[in-house]
């Protein structure tokens, strides 16, 4: 049986390998303008790198492409939280900062394993450490987002994706941490690389399907791209006057905590039901943004009213529906181009503007 570890480890990095190249070369090939396809395809290289510089019979034999391989894999925890956040984040952007914080990471890894090496001083403990901790951190921190922002994704191929991401992060977190647990690597060398090697394939292949298959659907686009919007068939008129006598009339968007459960629950029909109108009849991809369409529109005409002028912002953010000042000033910044304040003034100076002229004398009569 131990014979047959060496081989089994190569086919299990085999198969993975393949399917990462296959995963980065689709990307870039069909979709490289993306920053959600770039960043899969870095994570997606990162994973290959970690695939050949953990195998055995290639340490040492890397020659040149070493140091790229070893910072591509030092950064694939990186890589990957950047990837969960633009694949499922809409509006998100990459920063100078990411950049920064990939490269030192990158450097930390480079310098764990060329300068430091199998050592075990007090430094060498430390950079370790770090190295685990990211690793960990940012694991958690990609699936957790994944999960907390899924109630409210409206793009069915990106919501049937999530699982496969998440499923393949756990499964790479866990398999490593048994790996570990287990001690396998000390007792049998090969055994640790063989579950290191399942792992690998177990997270390709999750990685693979998930973006194959929201590429195959079309989901892939720019992230300011806004969804195709499509006719209301017969069988949907009946619930989108309902959706908008609750929105525009009730204004159920005022409701604390309403989700989409809970509107389609109001309104009696299936949440599925709800969700394709919003997201392919309505052209929207996430229901918190919907809700905040509404609730801006009512902010933007609170404080364009003269007679409101002495009611705080607060106050107008909190009868639209908006639990705090902070999320109402990003919102309203990011559909305005404006902070709150800035538009009540705009809008009064407009007002003062308009008021000081007669059209004849704007004419010049």
């Not at 450490?129 to 907390?148: D, N």
């Not at 943004?289 to 607060?314: G, M, W």
Request: aromatic content about 6%; some cysteine; charged content about 20%.
């Amino acid at each position: 049986m131990p014979e047959l570890l060496p081989t089994l480890d190569l086919m299990l990095r085999g198969a993975a390998c393949g399917l990462l190249i296959l995963v980065a070369g689709l990307l870039l090939r069909d979709h490289r303008q993306v920053t959600a396809a770039r960043l899969g395809a870095l994570f997606a290289l990162s994973a290959l790198a970690f695939t050949l510089a953990s195998t055995l019979e290639l340490r040492g034999r890397l020659g040149l492409l070493t140091v790229p391989i070893l910072a591509l894999m030092a950064g694939g925890n990186l890589a990957f939280w950047l990837f969960a956040r633009a694949m499922f984040e809409d509006g998100f952007r990459l920063r100078p900062w990411h950049a920064a914080a990939w490269l030192g990471i990158a450097a930390v890894g480079l310098y764990e394993a060329l300068v430091l090496g199998p050592e075990m001083t007090p430094v060498a403990i430390l950079v370790r450490g770090f190295l685990v901790l990211e690793s960990l951190g940012l694991g958690l921190l990609a699936a957790g987002q994944t999960l907390a922002s899924w109630p409210a994704d409206l793009v069915e191929p990106r919501r049937r994706a999530r699982p496969f991401l998440v499923g393949a992060a756990a499964g790479f977190i866990a398999l490593n941490a048994l790996s570990d647990l287990l001690g396998a690597r000390a007792t049998v060398p090969g055994a640790g690389s063989l579950i290191r090697a399942l792992a690998l394939a177990l997270i390709a292949l999750g990685v693979a399907a998930a973006l194959l298959r929201v590429a195959g659907a079309g989901w892939l686009s720019p992230a300011n791209t806004a969804a195709p919007v499509r006719p209301i068939e017969p069988a949907d008129q009946g619930l989108a006057a309902a959706l908008d006598q609750a929105m525009s009339v009730d204004r159920a968007y005022r409701q604390e905590g309403l989700t989409i459960g809970k509107l389609a629950e109001r309104l009696g029909t299936p949440e599925y039901r709800l969700r394709r109108l919003i997201n392919s009849r309505l052209g929207q991809r996430n229901f918190n943004a919907y809700l905040n369409s509404y609730r801006i529109a009512e902010a933007k005409a609170a404080l364009a009213d003269r007679d409101q002028d002495a009611v705080p912002i607060l106050t107008i953010a909190l009868d639209a529906g908006f639990n705090s000042l902070g999320p109402f000033n990003r919102a309203f910044r990011a559909e305005t181009g404006m902070t709150p304040t800035d538009f009540r003034r705009a809008s009064a100076d407009s007002e003062i503007g308009q008021s000081e002229f007669e059209p004849g004398e704007r004419r010049g009569v």
